[in-house]
């Protein structure tokens, strides 16, 4: 029986193991069948609820979908859901949260290693969100908890909150390793269902305040921002922020890579900074303020950030690398802003720009964007000039930079209204041109800007400026005075200016003082006004040195006088005055120049002075003295066709002292010369010559498309017939076969007087004087005329006798003409003495004085009364020769060949 009841047992405790082994194979086989299969080993999900629910703190209810036992001994929960009990809504969402596990045996629990949550949602419920709809505020939310040292990590965090990307990690401290103010806390902090709630509370009444500073963020496009938030206790958190954006656009504002550093303690609900928050970007544009940066940083000092959060400004230190400001460059500036008295904003800063430093200084409101500025120190002046101006001023460069003091006072919308500027240069040079020193004071205010003074000195010249433009008509007045040499000044002044003095030569003047003022329109290229006064002492005008010169300087527009000029040269002097007009805008040059001038000068220095076609003719003429001449005429400038044509010049001259023209000597001589188109006329030509009386009109014509013709009137009145003959370069053949015929005896070189009287009207070729056609007549008287010896030597012997009756004297010639081409035709010639006439019409050719004239003598033709017995007796004496008396003149006039009809050549040995 005791054998039985031991088989039985046995038996019992054999089918217990087998049983017990099969219960082991079997599972076993299942969690290698679900490793095989699903890779992982189900767990039970109330167990596992269970568990976990004894974890967590009362009023915390957290669920899972699925419960799996990974092959490495973590935990992975499937569709994870949070809420608080009071809140039916979940608080967040995850698709998995992964446990890591450390086992200790199998005789207790795995306690936790870490933590791993991915592609959870954290969500704000109605009852706490500020539109009451129940939303994600956090997306795509993953991270990994890990235990150091009894504090707990929350590391790799990485969440999506609409386009922000949010990247950290938490570090919170265990009660244990708290402080003793953190321990205290924790020892308060019970975690009761209360709590839970008051602790939801908390947090999502921190959400709300944040999504109302979200907005201020929300001009940055997909910002990243990175943290480290650590909580040394419930009521202290320390987190240092690092924001990061590639773009930021405001409605004023746009920038380019934009990052926000900051340490930050919230403690109490305030925001409190532990270091400088630091803002940087790369570029920054504000088109409203016309302001471009480049690398900008911003640093704000440690005070609370409640302000700033709220929108109030904090003071802040700013610096970049390069600002520009309209069309202003700054580089590496610094400014420190402090807005105690927000909106007044006041800044100190300084900038190393513009090949110089400044400092900066004022306030300015922030809301009616108005306030004042003062700025000081040396920069470049041309730098501050707008590129579009600066273009068209010329090269200015100076040795070191100018020094500046500019105080600015601005309205609403920083519309300037009041501005003072003072300036100081030295060895500045703007082209070619140096100055010594400039210092200036100029203000505006109002839309009127104003250069109360500028003083410029240059060596021994010395320029006081000023200047006033209103902005608003655009109207500016300018005022010079000074010593200054005008032309110098050129390529700092408008362009007609220069035309005003181009022919002026201040080289050798040791004195000179100018007085201009200058009313315009910046709208109009060119003046509307202008008026000046200057003078000069040893100053040239078209190369003609003048002991002293002053004139007047008036015009409007484009019209210019040069009125009042007077001028002194040793004892010549010239007065009048000069007109310029133009076209704006051309380039062409003056339109036309109008002269008005009266002069004593030399001829070399009056040919200088009125140039072109009247230069020509004052250069005909030399003399010692300086001749009395007036100038009136306009002259156009050939650039412009359709005033072609219109060109002319009236000119009179007066010398009464003697004087030569072409070589020939004048006693006297003043005229009229008027010049127009293709024609110049003289008149009222008035002159001495050979102690004659003469008067002349001459017309000198000259077509474009034929040569040059001549047209002429001349009369000469008692003139010394051998003095004439002498004087006259062009008659020297003449002259000399005159010579030889008009004396009597070959032994006879006595001149006797001779006067003759002398009328010409003609016309013909300038170049070619044998090719003119006119006429006119001539008187000789000359008691040495001629004689004529009726008994040959005989009469010659008796001649100075009382027995002279058989010589007849002639003393006087004249004769009517006309002449063409280079045949003179005399008709009649007449030469008379006191009983005898002779007649001898014929012609003589110029080119080779050839003659061909017939001669009738009539011996006494011309003695006492025709019915009177000496007359008679003469008639019966003559009448056998009348045919006697008749002859043919051929030859040159130096080889005259006379003969008569009978050739009584013995007859008058005068005529062999």
Not at 450 to 471: A, C, E, G, H, V
Request: glycine fraction near 6%; charged fraction near 20%.
């Amino acid at each position: 029986m005791a054998l039985l009841k031991k088989l039985r047992l046995s038996t019992l405790l054999e089918l217990f193991w087998d049983a017990s082994l099969l219960l082991i194979f079997i599972t076993q086989a299942l969690v290698i069948g679900c490793i095989l299969i699903y890779g992982y080993l189900p767990l039970p999900t109330g167990w596992s609820h269970q568990v976990i629910a004894q974890k967590l703190p009362p009023g915390i209810i957290f669920t899972a979908d699925e419960f799996r036992l990974q092959l490495d001994g973590s935990v992975t929960l499937v569709g994870v859901k949070l809420r608080s009990s009071e809140i039916q809504q979940n608080l967040l969402e995850a698709d998995a949260l992964e446990v890591q596990l450390a086992w200790q045996g199998f005789n207790q629990l795995p306690s936790p290693a870490g933590l791993v949550l991915t592609a959870g949602t954290l969500y704000i419920p109605s009852v706490y969100s500020p539109d009451g709809y129940r939303r994600a505020i956090l997306e795509r939310i993953a991270f990994r908890i890990a235990p150091d040292a009894g504090n707990w990590n929350v590391e790799r965090f990485a969440a999506l909150n609409d386009d922000i990307r949010l990247r950290g990690s938490f570090h919170f401290q265990s009660p244990q390793s708290a402080s003793a103010k953190a321990k205290a806390s924790y020892k308060n902090l019970n975690l009761n269902e209360a709590n839970i709630s008051e602790w939801t509370q908390n947090f999502y009444s921190q959400v709300a305040q944040f999504s109302q500073y979200k907005k201020r963020i929300s001009y940055f496009k997909a910002p990243t921002v990175a943290f480290t938030y650590t909580s040394t206790d419930t009521q202290d958190q320390i987190i240092d922020l690092h924001l990061s954006s590639r773009q930021l656009r405001h409605p004023e504002v746009q920038a380019s890579n934009v990052e926000l550093q900051a340490r930050i303690q919230i403690q109490d609900g305030t925001i409190r900074p532990l270091s400088a928050p630091r803002l940087t970007c790369t570029e920054l544009d504000a088109p409203r303020f016309q302001i471009q940066a480049e690398d900008l940083s911003a640093e704000f000092p440690r005070i609370e950030l409640n302000g700033l959060l709220s929108g109030h400004w904090p003071p802040c230190n700013l610096a970049a690398k390069r600002i520009t400001l309209q069309d202003y460059e700054l580089d590496a500036p610094t400014l420190q802003i402090n807005p105690k008295h927000y909106p007044e904003i006041a800044f100190h800063g300084s900038t190393r720009s513009l090949n110089g430093a400044i400092a900066l200084k004022g306030r300015i409101d922030a809301h009616t964007h108005s306030g004042h500025v003062r700025a000081r120190g040396s920069i470049d002046l041309a730098s501050l000039t707008p590129e579009t101006i600066r273009d068209r001023l010329p090269d200015i460069a100076y040795e070191t930079p100018p020094y500046l003091d500019v105080q600015m006072n601005f309205d609403t919308g920083f519309s300037l209204n009041h501005a003072a500027v003072y300036a100081q240069v030295d060895a500045l040079k703007v082209d070619h041109l140096t100055f010594d020193h400039i210092n200036t004071h100029a203000t505006y205010q109002d839309g009127q800007y104003t250069i109360n003074n500028l003083y410029l000195r240059r060596q021994k010249q010395w320029i006081d400026l000023k200047f006033s433009l209103d902005s608003h008509s655009h109207d500016y007045k300018l005022t010079l005075y000074g010593t200054a040499v005008p032309y110098d000044y050129n390529a700092i002044l408008p362009r007609w200016w220069g035309s005003i003095f181009k022919d002026f030569d201040f080289s050798r003047t040791d004195y000179s003082l100018g007085d201009f003022i200058i009313y315009g329109n910046t709208q109009r290229k060119v003046a509307d006004l202008y008026y000046g006064h200057a003078e000069a002492s040893n100053v040239s005008y078209r190369d003609i040195a003048f002991d002293a010169a002053e004139l007047i300087v008036r015009g409007r527009g484009p019209y210019c006088e040069l009125r009042d000029i007077h001028t002194r040269s040793g004892q010549g002097w010239a007065h009048g005055k000069l007109a310029f007009a133009s076209r704006i805008g051309d380039g062409k040059g003056p339109v036309s120049l109008r002269l008005d001038m009266d002069a004593k000068l030399t001829l070399e220095d009056a040919a200088k002075l009125f140039k072109g076609t009247a230069a020509q003719i004052i250069a005909d003429f030399e003399t010692d003295d300086l001749p009395v001449t007036k100038l009136k005429g306009a002259i156009f400038n050939s650039r412009y066709p359709e005033y072609q044509g219109k060109s002319f010049f009236d000119l009179s001259a007066a010398l009464d002292s003697p004087l030569k023209f072409r070589g020939v000597p004048l006693d006297h001589l003043s005229f009229d010369l008027y010049g127009r188109s293709h024609v110049t006329h003289l008149r009222e030509v008035e002159l001495g010559y050979a102690d004659g009386q003469g008067s002349a009109q001459i017309d000198i014509y000259t077509p474009p498309d034929s040569d040059s013709t001549l047209r002429y009137e001349f009369s000469l009145k008692d003139a010394d017939q051998n003095q004439a003959l002498r004087d006259l370069p062009q008659l020297d053949n003449l002259e000399h076969s005159l010579e030889t015929t008009a004396t009597n005896s070959p032994a006879s070189t006595k001149r006797e007087d001779a006067r003759v009287d002398i009328q010409i009207h003609g016309e013909g070729p300038t170049k070619d004087p044998f090719k003119h056609t006119g006429f006119g007549n001539f008187e000789i008287r000359n008691d040495q005329l001629g004689t004529i010896q009726l008994l040959g030597p005989l009469s010659k012997f008796l001649q100075n006798t009382y027995f002279n009756f058989t010589s007849f004297n002639l003393n006087q010639m004249r004769g009517d003409f006309h002449y063409e081409n280079d045949i003179v035709h005399f008709d009649p010639l007449r030469i008379d003495g006191t009983r005898t006439q002779i007649n001898a019409p014929g012609t003589l050719r110029l080119s080779d004085q050839a003659l061909n004239m017939r001669l009738k003598v009539s011996l006494f033709a011309n003695s006492g009364n025709p019915d009177s017995n000496l007359r008679k007796i003469s008639d019966l004496i003559i009448k056998p020769l009348p045919n006697l008396l008749e002859f043919e003149l051929t030859g040159t006039l130096k080889k005259q060949k006379l003969r008569s009809l009978y050739d009584p050549r013995n007859l008058i040995p005068l005529f062999e």
